[in-house]
């Protein structure tokens, strides 16, 4: 039987949102193993209704990670049981080349038209972030070296290998993932912007 994850997603008109095919993901039983990694940042739970407004960037962009993280941990799961869940392996590994190409994209509009706004008060968007997003790149990279050597001779997939090349990055990724968020929070925008500037100085 499958459940509904915690944080359906919707499409956007905005380019931002635009940027990823958005589906609503349904995780199976043996996935309630990862409930920890796919809980949204404890910043974003039980948010009052006046405190909306403040939290307004970080719920848009949780709405991204929360894809993220569900999207890693079906591709994990379905390491030795593709087949259960109807697909090939060339499909199977389709979903993680296509993970990545999301994330890399993700990225790439966070750093140009995103994180330049952000960065003129909040130091984090001008450096952590940015080295977080290079520390992850790395993990990612070996992945897909591993993945498109399987795309050319699935005799070379291994489920164990496969796990252990997403271990590589899990930590930087489901951190940065919470890290960001957090950045984003009511809490920490109070600190550098007015309720108004958040609803008016961001085009998103």
Request: glycine share 2%; proline share 5%.
């Amino acid at each position: 039987q499958n459940y509904e994850p915690r944080h359906a997603l919707s499409a956007h008109s905005h380019p931002f949102f635009c940027s990823l095919p958005f589906i609503t993901l349904k995780m199976s039983i043996s996935e309630m193993e990862f409930k920890e990694f796919l809980m949204p940042p404890k910043c974003l739970r039980d948010i009052k209704p006046e405190e909306k407004s403040w939290n307004r960037l970080a719920l848009m962009m949780e709405r991204f990670h929360s894809h993220f993280r569900h999207s890693y941990v079906r591709i994990y799961v379905n390491a030795d049981r593709y087949v259960e869940d109807g697909m090939t392996l060339k499909e199977y590994l389709n979903t993680a080349r296509e993970l990545v190409d999301y994330l890399h994209m993700h990225h790439s509009i966070e750093e140009h038209s995103f994180f330049p706004i952000l960065a003129k008060r909040m130091p984090k968007f001008g450096k952590e972030h940015l080295e977080q997003h290079e520390l992850m790149g790395v993990g990612l990279d070996k992945w897909m070296e591993y993945v498109a050597s399987c795309r050319k001779d699935e005799k070379l997939y291994n489920p164990t290998e496969m796990r252990n090349k997403m271990e590589g990055f899990k930590n930087e990724l489901f951190s940065h993932l919470d890290d960001e968020v957090l950045s984003l929070s009511g809490d920490s925008m109070k600190l550098y912007w007015t309720e108004k500037e958040i609803r008016t100085e961001f085009p998103f």
